[in-house]
């Protein structure tokens, strides 16, 4: 089911308008209608609903906002970031990480929500969190200048891009990577938010925003920073990845990790690392709190 929420409190259904033909049976299905579409759809989310309709989050289960996603690339956009990970390494920042924005394919196909148990890796010992910004793209675009971008920008999300760091580790001293250090899981949501919702807090690039980013492990916050410290704008982001390529409306595109938004960086890749039945919950100003909890280990 596609639904507007209101107030954090109860989701609305959102139903065709009666000059489309197709049908919203899923979020895809919604943001492939097109901006005829969602602008009269927007128009009538602005109306109170009715006290007695709809559904009320907290007796309701909430999927990822894009459960089945064309694709999943995922930046490396925050300098922090990159720095205290090249730093715990013994390394600087590689001359060419400021040449380009640089991505890798994620698995589109392990795809979880809100309030959904992770499941816990049977090869790691080292399982990490990652807070991040995700953007869904809209409409079809091939060679995109950065100014155009947010043209093609649907809405954003928050992302937990989990990743296996013994793994990972491992994968990536062979030049390829992080491939099965990341490919089990990534988490999206509690919402889908457009543009239109954050305007008032852009902070002048394409796809920047002033929004403070927060993570907690067990109702004890660990990271924090600002979506507005992206090194690469979402804007360079797309420009980047449409370049000889092709998005599609359904492709999700992820920022990377916010400086100190991982273990990994709190804690010099040492540890102490996530633990089953933890409980992690992230959360960006406008877009809402994510949390999982940690799946137990299997044999």
């Known amino acids: 089911m596609v639904a507007a929420v209101f ?56 999927l990822a906002p894009l459960p089945h996603p064309r694709s ?8 922090q970031h990159v720095k205290t990970a090249n730093a715990n390494r013994g390394r600087e920042i590689p001359k060419e990480w400021y040449d380009a924005p640089v991505f890798y ?10 309030g959904d148990t992770i499941p816990y890796p049977r090869a790691t010992q080292m399982l990490d969190y990652e807070l991040e910004i995700a953007c869904v793209i809209g409409k079809e675009g091939r060679d995109l200048k950065p100014e155009d971008a ?30 099965k250090g990341k490919d089990f899981a990534s988490s999206f949501g509690p919402h889908l938010v457009t ?18 980013m927060i993570a907690r492990v067990n109702g004890v916050e660990r990271s924090r920073g600002n979506w507005k410290d992206l090194h690469w704008s979402f804007g360079d982001m797309l420009a980047r990845a449409s370049a000889d390529a092709t998005l599609y409306p ?18 010099k890749g040492e540890g102490p690392w996530l633990q089953p039945g933890d409980v992690v919950e992230l959360e960006i100003e406008r877009l809402g709190i994510l949390r999982n909890t940690v799946g137990e280990k299997k044999d």
């Open 105 to 114: 394919f994620g698995n589109h196909n392990a795809v979880y929500g809100h």
């Open 7 to 62: 107030y954090e409190v109860t989701a609305m259904p959102i139903t065709p308008p009666s000059n489309y033909d197709g049908k919203f049976e899923t979020m895809l299905d919604y943001i492939q209608a097109g901006t005829d579409v969602w602008n009269e759809v927007s128009a009538r989310t602005k109306m109170k609903p009715s006290t007695n309709t709809g559904y009320i989050l907290t007796r309701s289960r909430m």
């Open 250 to 267: 359904g492709d999700i595109i992820g920022s990377g990790t916010v400086g100190t938004g991982c273990l990994l960086e709190l804690t």
């Open 195 to 212: 543009p239109d919702e954050l305007a008032n807090k852009h902070a002048g690039r394409p796809g920047v925003y002033d929004l403070t």
């Open 150 to 179: 947010e043209d093609y920008i649907f809405g954003y999300m928050i992302f937990n891009d989990w990743s296996a760091r013994d793994v990972q580790r491992q994968e990536m001293a062979v030049g390829l990577g992080p491939a």
């Open 72 to 79: 999943l690339r995922d930046f490396y956009a925050f300098e």
